[in-house]
């Protein structure tokens, strides 16, 4: 959960549904994934 504080739109919660939120927090994580293969 640390390294998605890298992430500017999630640290400061900028989306403003539950939805987008979510929807944002696990394209981070892919991509965060991604980059570690």
């Not at 500017?8 to 980059?35: N, Q």
């Amino acid at each position: 959960f640390n390294q998605l504080k890298g992430f500017r739109g999630i640290a400061t919660r900028y989306e403003k549904t539950a939805t987008s939120y979510e929807a944002a927090v696990t394209l981070a994580s892919l991509l965060l994934w991604a980059r570690s293969i």
